[in-house]
């Protein structure tokens, strides 16, 4: 499959501290998504990133992809204890249908 | 606008009994998907709707059936529960296309097969 797979699994930070979590995956792709799951609720989407595109930003978070690596990061800057939350990559497949596969995630403590 | 609603929030079956999770969305959205979430696993797709009318098979569809009952609701259904299908069940919709696929959840139900 497909599947991305981020590293690390957990992750655990000081408040204002700067979190970076990776992704990779398996084949060609035209987008890669973030999103965020808090504790016991469902996921949100954060970002996401067109193959073109190599950085993007979007308030504390910073996104860069590398498809010559295959590889995917997400970096939250000043983390603050509400950043608490698994956070997980996905990318498309199937062509125009819109399915996502998601990797397992990196579970993010953000300590106060 | 409520965005994706799901019932119920928790469940517990007896092997054998079955049950329809049911899933509503009030964005116009043509496509929405079931998924499964178990620890350490990740999001599994079970079914998806790419458009009302439409259904096919995910990642991990055995033991399941779905109904696009019109474009706001899309359930699934287990005919025979098995305590495998212990989970958490996500329902997500988006817009149809590539370029903005970007998926809305909803807040999951809990299923315990005993």
Known sequence: ?112 | NAGVTQTPKFQVLKTGQSMTLQCAQDMNHNSMYWYRQDPGMGLRLIYYSASEGTTDKGEVPNGYNVSRLNKREFSLRLESAAPSQTSVYFCASSTQGTRNNEQFFGPGTRLTVL
Request: charged share 20%; proline share 3%.
């Open chain 1, 1 to 112: 499959s497909q599947q991305g797979e981020e590293d690390p699994q957990a992750l655990s930070i000081q408040e204002g501290e700067n979190a970076t979590m990776n992704c990779s995956y398996k084949t060609s792709i035209n987008n890669l998504q973030w999103y965020r799951q808090n504790s016991g609720r469902g996921l949100v989407h954060l970002i996401l990133i067109r193959s073109n595109e190599r950085e993007k930003h979007s308030g504390r978070l910073r996104v860069t992809l590398d498809t010559s690596k295959k590889s995917s990061s997400l970096l939250i800057t000043a983390s603050r204890a509400a950043d608490t939350a698994s956070y997980f990559c996905a990318t498309p497949y199937g062509g125009a249908t819109n399915k996502l596969i998601f990797g397992t995630g990196t579970l993010l403590a953000v300590q106060p």
